[in-house]
């Protein structure tokens, strides 16, 4: 990745906490260091029985007596838990760290679970469609964090994202850093073999996936491409300051 973010000047307006981004977050990493701290033989039988592999789906493959701990289509979910190393895991929780919460803010917090999962599961059948026999274990939150990606460049594609280039601080919009990555993800996958160690299409798949869900699970008057739609006179500010203060019952685009 080029391009590392930091932190975006995109505040929240309609939660407070976001509550579902910081405990996916927290889960991440106390599953990992569980899994790091536990001997090999023991860090075997989590990714193989809880990694997701195509050809265990495809039925191609069956797991040793003793490791099977989940059907295999439920591995679709429990694969966006587990990572392969501090790097890796640090990748994902930073980009669900500056992106994640304006999602969770936009759809609310049940909704952006459910975004979160289904963007997960639809990116590692992506790259089960690509590589059905491979016996390669797909693990990480990359397919979930891509769908937050879409459903940001849907919502703010002119927010400001701060990256580090060398040691100096730079604001880049948005839409340039997320279409930039995805084309580097997309221009890899093309590249990228059956045997390649990043499930490149398992990304294109969940930021793909990101966009139609967005549109499934968004509540009635959230913005899109920057723009507000609420009814003239009332700012997005104003309908959020609505939400935390007035209460549920009022009246309103946000209801």
């Known amino acids: 990745m080029p391009f590392i973010p930091l932190h ?12 579902v981004t910081w405990g996916l977050m927290l889960g991440c990493v106390l599953i990992h260091a569980l899994v790091t701290f536990a ?14 592999m195509p050809a265990l789906l495809s039925g191609n493959v069956v797991l040793p007596d003793g490791y099977s701990i989940v059907p295999a289509w439920l591995t679709l979910v429990s694969y966006q ?11 994902n929780m930073l980009f669900l760290w500056v992106f994640g919460d304006n999602i969770e803010d936009a759809l609310g917090h ?8 289904l963007s997960g599961v639809i990116g590692g059948l992506a790259q089960y469609a690509i590589a059905p026999h491979s016996e390669i274990t797909l693990i990480g939150a990359s397919g979930a964090v891509s769908g937050i990606l879409a ?16 040691i100096v601080p730079v604001f880049l919009p948005a ?15 093309i590249l990228s073999s059956d045997l390649s160690n990043v499930a490149w299409w398992a990304h294109i798949g969940g ?9 499934l699970l968004r509540r009635r008057g959230t913005p899109l491409f ?14 959020a300051r609505r939400k935390r203060w007035k209460g549920r019952k009022q009246a309103g685009p946000w209801e």
């Not at 975006?8 to 407070?16: A, H, M, S, T, W």
């Not at 049940?110 to 999962?117: A, E, G, H, V, Y």
């Open 39 to 52: 001997d090999p033989e023991a860090q075997n039988r989590i990714f193989l029985a809880l990694g997701f």
């Open 175 to 189: 839409w340039l850093l997320l279409i930039g990555w995805f084309g580097l993800q997309l221009f890899q996958g």
């Open 207 to 215: 930021f793909v996936a990101g966009i139609p869900l967005y549109f």
């Open 226 to 239: 920057g723009q507000q739609d609420l009814p003239s006179g009332i700012t997005l500010r104003d309908a």
């Open 151 to 166: 459903a940001y460049l849907l919502l703010h594609p002119k927010a400001r994202v701060w990256i580090p280039i060398v």
């Open 81 to 91: 838990f587990l990572h392969g190393g501090w790097a890796h895991l640090g990748g």
């Open 8 to 19: 975006d000047e995109n505040p929240r307006l309609l939660i407070r906490w976001p509550w």
């Open 110 to 117: 049940l909704r952006f679970i459910i975004f979160f999962l």
